[in-house]
């Protein structure tokens, strides 16, 4: 396999070389429309249970109930990713969140809602998501014509993402407090018409899919002993649910440092989201301008103890200047990790077992997430949330260490592979 991109390629061309796919372009423009909606019912749902509650506790349980179904449940769909039609199941799922946000419209601007209508809804796109994101996940190799570009369309991916996390959220900070959180949740339904049409007008090449006689206990089995066995699949899913476990529920304490630390409201949630949201674009458009995969096991590992140093420094911080430069380097650092991690498990699993690798990437980021919003919560409620957020950061930092251990084991099972792809023509005598 021939490396994407040449020296006489503009820097522009080589950036962007994954929209040359007619299929990725839909799927950008349509997802990246609703992810804007996406954040601002994310944002809207916080600052909506805080301000009916002021529970930190409650916080970190509404955070829990939205992804705590992808720990039961991914794994489950990392099986019928590999099994079905992925673009069926997308269109389908998509279609099932814009039901349930138009539900939490109807009921926010007609002031029926209760505490208990957020949790039900709440867990309900949370049980969506498990099956949806992995599926996602899975499916962004099948709408590129050249494999080879496919760390390229993930690292464009977060850079959708996050440009929705800087605009979604400072939208509907000043949307919250000009005409309430209704308006929001009324948005986000509409814009998935954007994703929806973009699934449908997508044209996938059939591919044939055996036809799996045996049971879905035994592909959950099958895929958990692929990615346990293998070391450096092992060592990027335990170190991204540490991650996710005790540094990524900061988000979630977000309406407390706004409101309690800093003083601020909406406004001052929304302004913290996006500084989160320009770090991590910054680290997408790092990420999309590599040239390969080498070197980002290193990344990954180095990522997460900045993230916990960054970490504590925020819980410590009383000035706002000063919280929204960390928030940007929390932002950088996340993506770094979550995208890198991502990007090699896509460059050296199996195609056969791609569903269910992504699946276990889906259970690690997400599926400890609920756990870690709980703890966060609770820390938070019992000692105040700057303690819970450097427990956070000193945790990652022990993750970081551990994993950069590891790093010479990693790289030894990894070459075979990428000499095998041509992503390394000769054994280097140090793969960096």
């Known amino acids: 396999m021939r490396r994407s991109g040449s020296k006489n390629q503009p820097a522009l061309y080589f950036l962007l070389r994954a929209f040359r796919h007619r299929n990725y372009r839909l799927f950008f423009g349509g997802q990246g429309v609703s992810l804007i909606g996406t954040w601002m019912q994310q944002i809207a749902i916080s600052w909506m249970v805080y301000r009916l509650t002021n529970s930190a506790l409650l916080l970190g349980l509404i955070g829990f109930a939205g992804q705590f179904p992808s720990f039961l449940l991914s794994s489950l769909a990392g099986v019928m990713a590999d099994r079905k039609n992925k673009l069926h199941l997308l269109i389908v799922l998509q279609a099932l969140a814009m039901i349930q946000a138009f539900i939490l419209a109807f009921l926010t601007l007609s002031d029926r809602i209760m505490i208990w209508h957020l949790f039900a809804l709440t867990i309900g796109l949370g049980m969506v998501n498990a099956f949806e994101i992995p599926t996602r996940q899975s499916f962004v190799v099948e709408m590129l014509d050249r494999k080879e570009d496919l760390g390229n369309a993930i690292a464009l991916n977060s850079f959708m993402f996050n440009s929705a996390r800087l605009v979604g959220p400072s939208v509907a900070g000043l949307l919250i407090g000009l005409m309430g959180e209704g308006v929001c949740f009324l948005l986000n339904a509409i814009s998935f018409v954007a994703i929806l049409g973009a699934l449908v007008a997508m044209r996938i090449p059939k591919r044939k899919r055996p036809v799996q006689t045996t049971p879905v206990w035994h592909g959950l089995r099958e895929g958990f002993r692929y990615a346990f ?204």
């Open 229 to 432: 066995g293998f070391a450096p699949i092992r060592y990027m899913l335990l170190l991204l649910a540490l991650f996710s476990l005790m540094g990524t529920p900061y988000l979630v304490l977000m309406p407390v440092f706004a409101r309690d630390v800093l003083h601020g409201g909406p406004h001052t949630l929304g302004f913290l989201m996006g500084a989160s949201g320009i770090g991590a674009l910054l680290g997408a458009l790092f990420l999309a301008s590599r040239k390969t995969v080498l070197g980002l096991g290193r990344l990954i590992g180095v990522a997460t103890g900045i993230f916990g140093c960054i970490l504590i420094a925020f819980a410590l911080s009383k000035d706002l200047p000063l919280s929204l430069l960390l928030m940007a380097g929390l932002g950088f650092c996340m993506i770094l990790v979550m995208a890198s991690t991502n990007t090699i498990l896509q460059t050296i699993v199996e195609e056969d077992k791609r569903g269910r690798i992504m699946s276990l990437y889906v259970m690690s980021l997400m599926g400890m997430g609920p756990f870690g919003a709980l703890l966060a919560g609770t820390v938070a409620h019992r000692l105040g949330a700057p303690d819970a957020l450097i427990m956070g950061g000193v945790c990652c930092i022990a993750g970081s260490f551990l994993f950069l251990f590891k790093l010479p084991r990693f790289r030894r099972k990894v070459r075979p592979i990428y000499m095998r792809m041509g992503i390394i023509e000769e054994m280097p005598t140090e793969l960096h």
